[in-house]
């Protein structure tokens, strides 16, 4: 099964790839948008969508709304699984990765990366 994991945020979407047979999550890049993101899911034939679901330590956060429109947007164009879990610090842990600050781009990639890789680390831990 291959997955889209994505960093969600108003400016960029970070994007990586992954799959069920290596269990890797790989950086693919950002999106700016949308329409963006639908074209990388029919390009890569994603077959699941892990989303990070943005929330401060103590809940959910101020971008909440535009989150969940944005979620809105996503199920109802794709015809797929699509998975929320805490993203909670994947920015942080994207900084620590990358070692210094370079790009935000690449801090956002990192980040999706991170948010997948936790996902298939919890699904695919016994197998």
């Given at each position: 099964?291959?997955?889209?994991?994505?960093?969600?945020?108003e400016?960029?979407?970070?994007?990586?790839i992954?799959?069920?047979?290596?269990?890797?999550?790989?950086?693919?890049g950002?999106?700016?948008?949308?329409?963006?993101?639908?074209?990388v899911?029919?390009?890569?034939?994603i077959?699941?969508?892990?989303?990070?679901?943005?929330?401060?330590?103590?809940?959910?956060?101020?971008?909440?709304?535009?989150?969940?429109?944005?979620?809105?947007?996503?199920?109802k164009?794709?015809?797929?699984?699509?998975?929320?879990?805490?993203?909670?610090l994947?920015?942080?842990?994207?900084?620590?990765?990358?070692?210094?600050?370079?790009?935000?781009?690449?801090?956002?990639?990192i980040?999706?990366?991170?948010?997948?890789?936790?996902?298939?680390?919890?699904?695919?831990?016994?197998?």
């Amino acid at each position: 099964m291959k997955y889209l994991g994505i960093d969600w945020g108003e400016k960029r979407i970070g994007l990586a790839i992954g799959d069920s047979g290596s269990k890797l999550a790989l950086p693919f890049g950002v999106a700016a948008s949308l329409k963006e993101v639908l074209k990388v899911v029919k390009a890569q034939d994603i077959e699941k969508v892990v989303i990070g679901e943005p929330k401060s330590m103590s809940g959910q956060g101020d971008l909440a709304e535009a989150f969940n429109y944005f979620l809105d947007k996503l199920k109802k164009n794709l015809n797929i699984d699509i998975e929320l879990i805490d993203e909670r610090l994947s920015s942080k842990a994207a900084d620590s990765l990358m070692g210094s600050k370079k790009e935000k781009a690449s801090r956002d990639a990192i980040a999706a990366m991170i948010i997948l890789q936790s996902y298939l680390d919890k699904n695919y831990a016994n197998i």
